[in-house]
């Protein structure tokens, strides 16, 4: 992102944007006005084109996004009736995604800004998710401390304004949600795997396993690893490899109690890192959004956090929380600071630190 003159907008409520999503698994296109007000949020999931697999597969995606991408923005528009004339700008979330899915939502912003004239606003995706509290909120949240866990991503920034975000932790290996889908896919419950473990969960007991909690005792390492939990559940499951002992059967009750304790492990650690980063950069509000901020019992965990620290704790509607367009309103902080791009504007897949 550069900084260009800004450009000479009205500021009238009317002023709306088109924003594009498609950097994962969902075809995604919103209007947003300036006072942040979503007029339309179309999402065209994939989730059927990958269930069989138990992941997404990013060719798929990426030829799903072709078909979908259109009549996508064509329904954002028509919702929010508002015609393509009308638009003072696009949005296009370009960083950090699939490289094949992030090419074919800018590929269209671009030909959109070319065409209309208008200004092209890039957008991170995590800092979007963030955002979604934003929007929710109706107000000012920053300065806060940022949670994103999501199926690719697992980060915490420090977020000191809406446009002046540091990333102070991520995950060295896998996402939580990656290992939701991995678990569930272990117990044969199915993809996508948060939902999953979590029904499953809802009738076992949490405390059954003493899974492994990485990092959640070193206070001086703000970072997530999943894997060896991941493991865990494996050989919980299947048994250990050259371990001649006799394998529980896998009950419904069985999986039931994997599953809560598998979920109650992430939990604590998800919480755990954001009590520590509250407390290290003295922060009073704690944004969290991403898919697996829809768990229930993550939820329930983080807001008896909150009560118990006395700090405010925004977490993401359920329809903002799954990868979506309307959480890229936050393309209006740029726009209203001069922040737009040119038109050789590239995709960035992976995450970029920012200090």
Sequence with gaps: MQPLAAPQ?????TDVLLAIESSCDETAAAVIDRNLNVLSNVVASQTSLHQRFGGVVPEIASRAHLTQILPVVDEALREAGVALEDLV???????????????????????????????????DHIQAHIYACRLAEGREIF?????????????????RGPLDFEVIGTTIDDAAGEAFDKAAQ????????????????ANGDRTAFDFPRTFLKDEQRLEFSFSGLKTAVLYTANGTPGSHAEVPKMTPERTADIAASFQQSVVDVLTGKCEQSLRRFDRKTLCVGGGVAANRRLRQALAEMADRLGIRLLIAPLA??????AMAGIAWESLNAGLTASLDLDVVPGLVRRR
């Design 186 to 201: 272990v117990l044969g419950l199915g993809f996508p795997g948060g939902p999953a473990i979590e029904k499953a969960a």
């Design 143 to 159: 300065p806060a401390i940022g949670l994103v866990v999501s199926g690719g991503h697992t980060n915490l920034y420090d977020c």
């Design 320 to 325: 903002y929380c799954t990868d979506n367009a």
């Design 89 to 123: 700008a696009i949005a296009v979330v370009n960083e950090p995604g699939l490289v094949g899915s992030l090419l074919v939502g800018l590929t269209a912003a671009k030909t959109l800004a070319m065409t209309l004239r208008i200004p092209l606003v890039p957008v």
């Design 9 to 13: 907008l009205s500021q009238q409520a």
